[in-house]
């Protein structure tokens, strides 16, 4: 049986997976999340082979879920499920070390492959980023040059937020700052990496290695 975690906000999303999965018969949902933080304390309890994971949750994104788990030694085969389709966030969730991206229209017996598929030890990318994606899987974490050091580790959340596709008022919220000092630390990152917008910052970051 392949052991699975499902993390999404939603739980009217939540409930249709959960009714989905129970019709396959070498799958079984072992536990359930609505945040970024009961995600990563369900996935330290039950170890799960895969986990489904939403992009865009409270109390910490999907890209945030995945390096969490990944320096803590404990990442299982995540599978994000997106409603949207995001060519920025889907680079910095892969580099983070995510092995699929898809989008949460698929049918079952797509979101069944993919899971059979992470399980085995594969990789599904949704056709549109496939490519890309599929190249930074294959390359190793880039050893950034000195400026990557100098960014703070708020900056550093920031970032990932914005690798995410979160707005200024939105990584306020989660972050629990006032959105000027997001916008104070989004132009600190901009000068430190020596790029102009905040697109060029996340494919800068994901290049560093640094998401």
């Not at 330290?44 to 865009?56: A, K, N, Q, S, Y």
């Not at 629990?176 to 132009?187: D, I, L, P, R, Y």
């Amino acid at each position: 049986m392949i052991r699975v975690v499902l993390a999404d906000d939603h739980t009217l999303v939540r409930e249709g997976i959960r009714t989905l999965l129970a019709l396959v018969d070498d799958i079984v949902l072992v536990g359930e999340a609505g945040d970024g933080e009961q995600t990563l304390r369900v996935v330290d309890e039950v170890r799960p082979d895969v986990l489904l994971l939403d992009m865009r949750m409270p109390k910490g994104d999907g890209c945030f879920v995945v390096t969490e788990l990944a320096q803590r030694g404990i990442l299982p085969a995540t599978l994000i499920l997106t409603t949207f389709d995001d060519d920025d966030a889907a680079l910095a969730v892969v580099r983070a070390g995510a092995r699929g991206f898809l989008l949460k229209d698929v049918t079952l017996e797509r979101l069944v492959a993919a899971v059979r598929e992470l399980a085995a030890g594969g990789t599904m990318i949704h056709p549109a980023l496939t490519a890309r994606a599929e190249r930074e899987l294959a390359k190793p974490a880039a050893e950034g040059p000195a400026d990557a050091a100098e960014l703070t580790t708020r900056e550093r959340e920031v970032l990932r937020l914005l690798a995410a596709g979160y707005s200024n008022r939105e990584i306020a919220k989660a972050l629990f700052v006032a959105e000027g000092t997001v916008k104070n630390h989004v132009s600190n990152i901009l000068t430190k990496m020596g790029v102009r917008d905040r697109t060029r910052a996340v494919l800068k970051a994901a290049e560093w290695g640094v998401l």
